[in-house]
């Protein structure tokens, strides 16, 4: 069986990736740069080669992207599945455009990775899709898996003209869904227009839809053109489908079953080239049950249907899109970035927003103006914020000094809340990382089987001590708590063995440079 070919500079991932599909009895072949892969593919024999290429996005000495774009020209059939650190809209994207098998985003699930080499081991056709260029600035951010379901639902549908229905609460980002199904797509080069069906009188709004002719009803002084014909070859968004008017619907569905439509007043029949994109926040299955919603319209529109999550149900991107708006949110009042302490994102992270993602922009454009200080803490949120049962202090409030702190009355402990590190760190991390990322529990027990020291069971023990007693609260985030905590001291721990150089603390750690550049921005520990 030909192998599975991994390119990643990280040696950690390569390591565990490789240990993984060897116990799947995959065998692999690892590299370090795209350079190395064309090397090798030019000495390899024409019928040899890679099963499947699995290669990370950003890498020294080369593009995971260009790698794709290469191989594919050469080896056209083969599925290459790109991973990225970058968890943005464009990066998944860019990989799909590129004909990638699928996006990976890390930190990844071993389990279901191994899951989608061997369905990229059997799979012989990738899907097509629009070539995109990357932009500098993110259209949207998430990390969470729901999030990232969406960004490959965007990247499939890009060279797509098929009409999309995109449901989700009230400021959770459909228009941005909208704007990146239009902007990925043949069309991008022609109009997008939007329209809000719930904000115009029923009275006007056929006339916004369709335009009328001079004369049509009072005030009607001079035609006007709709905005179907001002989307002509582009895309029309329609938000808040769902209120629409009734007998307005059949019209909408005479447009979207042929293309024409007539303006008010108008005797001759238009027709417009547009690709229509709905939105709604409300249960559409539900309206036509009522009889408030046309069942053949909504079929008409429900071809393809995008989720977006509500904010409330990814968590995990508070913190990220947090700092993003409070750094786009400097830039537009033009003034010096503010910064946000650990416990303040702890607390943000645990409100419920019933605004989704529009309400913590508002809540990072008010610390912009409302903060006192440079460091945003806990006591400058916004009273709904602070007031709210839902976002809890918790363990939070103890700091993260004492979590993983020497276990043994000589202090020589792995991690210290010193910021030591003792000689056998690097091995124990290592361990600690394997248990972690393939998914096995780290126990005291299963430690000393592998043969780890007394210090490293004392730590194993006090954070399994730790984690019963978090568990207890009846709190249901514990994993991500302590997993933060455990990083965070992990990487102070290296730093201050090495005076603050950060690749050589990647490579003390077990760690590629890009990751730990990541972990330090994701964590807040270069905003200290």
């Known amino acids: 069986m030909k192998p599975i070919w ?12 490789e240990k993984a599909l060897l116990r799947e009895g995959l065998p692999t072949r690892s590299f370090t740069n795209p350079r190395e892969v064309l090397k090798a593919l030019d000495s390899e024999d024409p019928q040899g080669g890679p099963q499947v290429l699995v290669s990370d996005i950003r890498m020294p ?33 860019s990989a799909f455009s590129s004909g990638a098998f699928e996006y990976l985003p890390k930190p990844f699930d071993l389990p279901k990775a191994i899951e989608l080499i061997r369905r990229a081991v059997g799979e012989s056709q990738r899907e097509e899709v629009t070539e995109e260029k990357m932009v500098d600035a993110p259209e949207m951010l998430g990390q969470a ?3 990232q379901d969406v960004f490959r639902g965007i990247g499939r549908l890009a060279q797509s003209h098929v009409t999309v ?16 199904l239009h902007k990925h797509s043949p069309r991008a080069g022609q109009p997008f227009v939007a329209i809000n069906t719930a904000a115009i009188p029923k009275d006007l709004l056929e006339s916004e839809l369709f335009g009328h002719e001079r004369g049509a009803f009072t005030g009607a002084q001079a035609s006007r053109r709709g905005r179907f014909e001002q989307a002509d070859g582009g895309t029309l968004f329609l938000d808040e489908i769902g209120d629409m008017p009734f007998d307005l619907q059949t019209r909408l569905l005479r447009v979207l079953s042929d293309g024409n439509f007539y303006r008010v007043g108008g005797h001759s029949a238009v027709k417009a080239n547009v690709r229509v994109i709905a939105a709604t926040h409300q249960d559409l299955e539900q309206r036509v ?29 508070v913190p990220m899109l947090a700092r993003y708006f409070l750094q786009r949110s400097a830039q537009q009042l033009g003034v010096e970035p503010k910064r946000i302490s650990d416990l303040a994102l702890e607390r943000l992270s645990h409100f419920r927003f019933p605004g989704n993602v529009r309400q913590l922009e508002n809540i990072c454009h008010w610390l912009t103006v409302m903060a006192p200080a440079q460091v945003i803490e806990v006591k400058d949120l916004p009273p709904e914020v602070l007031g709210s049962p839902d976002s809890l202090m918790g363990v939070a409030e103890q700091g993260a000094a004492g979590v993983l702190s020497a276990g043994s009355a000589t202090g020589a402990g792995v991690l210290s809340s010193a910021g030591g590190i003792s000689a056998r760190a690097g091995d124990d991390s290592l361990m600690a990382l394997e248990a972690l990322v393939l998914g096995s529990p780290a126990t005291p027990m299963s430690m000393a089987a592998a043969g ?36 965070t001291s992990l990487i102070q721990a290296a730093l201050a063995v090495t005076r603050g150089r950060r690749i050589e603390a990647a490579q003390k750690l077990g760690i590629g440079r890009n990751t730990i550049t990541r972990k330090i921005q994701e964590l807040g520990l270069d905003e200290a």
């Open 289 to 317: 049950k009522e009889g408030v919603f046309r069942e053949d319209l909504f079929h008409r529109l429900n071809v393809i249907r995008l989720r977006l999550p509500a904010l409330r149900e990814r968590r995990e991107d």
């Open 452 to 487: 780890a020291t007394p210090a490293s069971l004392a730590w194993e023990a006090g954070l399994e001590q730790e984690a019963l007693a978090l568990l207890a609260t009846g709190r249901t985030d514990v994993w991500d708590v302590l997993t933060r905590r455990f990083e």
């Open 6 to 17: 991994i390119v990643d500079d990280d040696q950690s991932i390569r390591f565990v990736l």
């Open 145 to 147: 898996p729901a999030m």
């Open 165 to 180: 229905l995109i449901t989700g609460e009230s400021g959770s980002g459909k228009e941005l869904v909208a704007h990146a």
């Open 61 to 93: 000495g080369g593009s995971g992207l260009d790698l794709l774009a290469t191989i594919k020209q050469r080896l056209p059939g083969l599925p290459v599945i790109i991973m990225t650190a970058f968890s943005d809209l464009d990066s998944a994207v």
